[in-house]
């Protein structure tokens, strides 16, 4: 990755998506850490009615099902104004009771809906739904590397999304582990502060530790939840978008006490 140098907020009115096509990487990743408990009757369904039913097939169907995308091929089955097309997906589902990487989902995000935010959320849950569908799930971290260049602007809907986690018990709140592998610099504090800017009163972020290309920090959540994960994912693509990062970015982030998170698309040994 280059180093890219943090400028002020201000800077980021210009369109993120310019010169797309010099993109080194166009793809995305989210990823699903936790345990996943594979509901009893899962082998029997799946054999009575012929299903061979993995991550890839599950979330290319739930991904239809939300009118996201599609893997239609014939003649006219182009799905306008989809949100990416499918690369690649997989998941362990090693039932031992330890924490894997459950889903991880690759795609190309769409370039031509120039304000549609990177899809975070919609593949989360589209992934989320998949492995509901065969267990019970113990989420444990989301992990998503994005091109933060194709990133637009998301600081007035965010807004809404603050609005949206206020309505949490009081209870709930959550400290998650949150680490940023990208082209921070000696900037951290400064995106620190952006993204608790973003939170509007309903994040709390602290800086624990940060390299030229390794920042950690510790986020205070009004809930833990795989949305809630997605919202403080782009919260934090928000920020570095205004930061002038434009290079792709892995975002981790896990609730304490933290399980260490991988690359996108190799499992926990």
Known sequence: MRAHPLVAEAASDTSPVDDVEDAVDP???AEIYGVLREHPWIGQVSADHDLDEDLFALAVKRAAAYGWSSTRFSAGAGLGGQRWGHADAGGDWSQDGRVRQLAWL??????????????????????????????????TGLTVRVPVRLAPD???DLVGDADWFALAAPDARTEAAVSVLGPVGTEAEQLRELVARRGHGQLRA?????????TAF???????TPDAAAWLAEVFIDALR?????????????????????PAGVSHP
């Open 27 to 29: 793809t995305m990743t």
């Open 106 to 139: 690759t795609v190309y995000p769409a370039t031509d809906l120039r304000e549609q935010h990177l899809p975070v959320l919609p593949l989360t849950r589209v992934m989320v739904d998949s492995l509901g569908r065969v267990g019970e799930l113990d989420f």
């Open 154 to 156: 998301t600081r007035f």
């Open 206 to 214: 602290e800086l624990r530790a940060g390299t030229h290309d390794h």
């Open 218 to 224: 510790a986020c205070d959540l009004p809930e833990w």
């Open 242 to 262: 205004a930061a002038g990062v434009r290079d792709t970015v892995e975002i981790a982030i896990a609730r304490k006490p933290r399980t260490p998170l991988r």
